[in-house]
């Protein structure tokens, strides 16, 4: 277990990488390439020293700054009893070229000086042979949680859960629980509560180290347990999961099976981790990534990673610019058509991704049951009323006032609130139908929503206009 930096060391972190890169560029002769001069090794031997002493949250952030060249020699630099500690640190995309660039050999070497439960995180980055090698490597007890851990589904409790937790009988005295504790050289991390079993294993409640400082060591443990404690099971959802954290404020919570025995423990760490993880996959699927892509991957694999939703977003807009060419002889008898049309669409986009983003956030959160979705659908269609009027007016204002036309202005106003209301609409409906065929709400979201407001917006206003104005 690496030791926590100092607060002076986080605040040099940017200093740090600066600092490495200016010795990489000592290292670069003029031309392309990055080969290693006579004179390399004290440079190096400094880049060695500075990634000593830091964290390897901090060395893996070094190395996601750097560009593939230089962040394979600056791999090559850190020691090798880190080299696992830090390839769980480090990106997924960025992960996936370190281990490129690593032997078999070494890639077990590292895998073994993790727990159990960090090798399953990586082994889905890992070759099968080299799998394969770590598991005969491990002892019985560790390769047993492994193969547990593995069997779990990605986005469940049983794939965060850690197998490091202290249990304790019952039946004895808490100053026997003290005596136990002090021999152990450290606790695991986010210790909070000891675990209290019987003899099968089984659950019997939670033993805070609060309530044990604070108890008379005469006790048994039976007699100040937390019986009332958070229960979690390998299959319950680990979204579900971190809402409890967070409901309860908890820093660790027991996982047990269906016959209540203790197989495991989720910490706020694994917790804080996996939101981390969905926030960011969520902030990529609404914009039309598939999945997360290292700033300096080779142009061949970015192009694959975008062009999916780019096309998607190609269709769109052709359809929106045959909407607008439906009605070229209304915009050539009234050109303000063309100058005022893309306020209409870039509101009604703007007020649609706000809805679609409070809809698929509360999706996550769990909060939309059932008959919900109507009364969500009759709250945005008010909110886009009130909007519509208000910016509907002012604008409808403003076009009057800048082309003196009455009609003109009625226009604008009226194709404000339509729009809005489209927008509201669709900002309900695009999650709720992706949700209910199975599929992530976020996923292409603004996307979806700006080609609707798009099309819908120059449709409705220059349907409007064609009506009224011509």
């Not at 020293?49 to 962040?71: F, G, I, S, T, Y």
């Not at 660039?101 to 439960?117: F, G, H, I, K």
């Amino acid at each position: 277990m690496s030791e926590l930096p100092t607060r002076l060391e986080v605040e040099d972190l940017q200093q740090n990488l600066g600092e490495v890169q200016a010795i990489l560029a000592r290292l670069r002769p003029a031309g392309d390439g990055v080969p290693l001069p006579d004179a390399a090794p004290l440079l190096l031997a400094e880049i060695r020293a500075k990634l000593e002493r830091l964290h390897p949250a901090d060395v893996a952030a070094v190395l996601e700054a750097l560009p593939l060249e230089e962040r394979l020699i600056v791999w090559d630099l850190v020691k090798a009893d880190r080299d696992g500690e830090i390839l769980l640190e480090v990106s997924d995309a960025v992960r996936e070229s370190l281990i490129a660039s690593m032997e078999p050999r070494e890639l077990v070497a590292a895998a073994e000086t993790l727990e159990a439960d960090e090798i399953a995180d990586l082994v889905p980055d890992l070759p099968d042979a080299v799998v394969q090698d770590v598991i005969r490597a491990l002892p019985q007890a560790e390769r047993e949680q492994l193969r547990a851990a593995l069997s779990y589904e990605e986005g469940t409790v049983g794939a965060l859960m850690d197998f490091d937790q202290i249990t304790v009988r019952d039946d004895v005295t808490l100053e026997a629980v003290t005596r136990y504790l002090r021999r152990m050289d450290e606790l695991p991390g986010h210790t909070d509560q000891l675990f209290v079993v019987d003899r099968e294993q089984r659950l019997r409640g939670t033993l805070p180290l609060a309530r044990l400082i604070v108890s008379d060591l005469e006790l048994e443990v039976r007699q100040a347990i937390s019986p009332e404690s958070l229960q979690l099971h390998p299959e319950d959802a680990a979204e579900d999961a971190a809402q409890a954290f967070e409901r309860y404020d908890l820093v660790s919570a027991p996982v047990v099976d269906h016959f209540d025995r203790l197989v495991g423990r989720l910490t706020v760490n694994a917790v804080v981790d996996h939101i981390r993880a969905k926030n960011a996959e969520s902030q990529l699927a609404e914009s039309g990534l598939r999945e997360e892509e290292d700033i300096f991957a080779p142009v061949w694999h970015s192009f694959r990673n975008r062009w999916a939703w780019l096309a998607v977003n190609l269709v769109t807009a052709f359809i929106a610019s045959r909407v607008i060419g439906a009605f070229e002889g209304s915009i050539e008898k009234l050109v303000a058509l063309a100058a005022l049309m893309p306020i209409v669409a870039g509101i009604g986009g703007n007020s649609g991704n706000q809805t679609i983003t409070m809809i698929v956030r509360a999706l996550a959160l769990g909060q939309i049951q059932g008959d919900f979705w109507v009364r969500l659908l009759r709250k945005e269609l008010g909110v886009a009323t009130l909007n519509g009027v208000a910016w509907g007016t002012l604008l409808g204002g403003v076009a009057y006032l800048l082309y003196g036309n009455v009609a003109l202005g009625g226009v604008m106003a009226l194709a404000m609130l339509l729009t809005l209301l489209l927008a509201a609409g669709m900002g309900v409906a695009i999650p709720h139908l992706r949700a209910r065929l199975g599929r992530d709400p976020a996923v292409g979201a603004s996307v979806l929503i700006t080609a609707c407001t798009d099309s819908g917006g120059f449709f409705i206003f220059l349907g409007l206009a064609t009506l009224f104005l011509l």
